[in-house]
């Protein structure tokens, strides 16, 4: 199973930008899918899970401002993030709990780099 994030970039404080991350080889079905964050010099931060069902849970520092979303038949998971703003800079990552064969596993994708500038 590989995860692909995809939809960083530099941006100014204020605007907004859309993360994705498909999931993609021998899956039966997901539940929880997540995004992480990491700073330099900071310890990864879960910013958003997404449960099957559509629940969701947010990192109060991003709370009204991120919206995750999933697309379940694309194994696709998005983050909607707006009213960006400097310490929302970081690598950010997917992952997905996997169910394959007999067993659930957690998936992680590579990052992509969000930079928003003051």
């Known amino acids: 199973v590989q995860l692909q994030a995809s939809g960083g970039g530099l941006v100014q404080a204020g605007e907004s930008l859309r993360l994705s991350c498909e999931a993609s080889?021998?899956?039966?079905?997901?539940?929880?899918m997540r995004w992480y964050r990491q700073a330099p010099g900071n310890e990864r931060e879960l910013v958003a899970t997404?449960?099957?069902?559509?629940?969701?849970n947010y990192a109060d520092s991003v709370k009204g401002r991120f919206s995750i979303s999933r697309h379940n038949s694309k194994n696709t998971v998005y983050l909607q993030m707006n009213t960006l703003k400097p310490e929302d800079t970081a690598v950010y990552s997917c992952a997905a709990n996997v169910f394959f064969g007999s067993n659930w596993s957690w998936y992680w994708g590579r990052g992509t780099q969000v930079t928003v500038s003051s």
């Open positions: 080889g021998p899956i039966y079905s997901i539940n929880d």
């Open positions: 997404i449960r099957s069902g559509g629940t969701t």
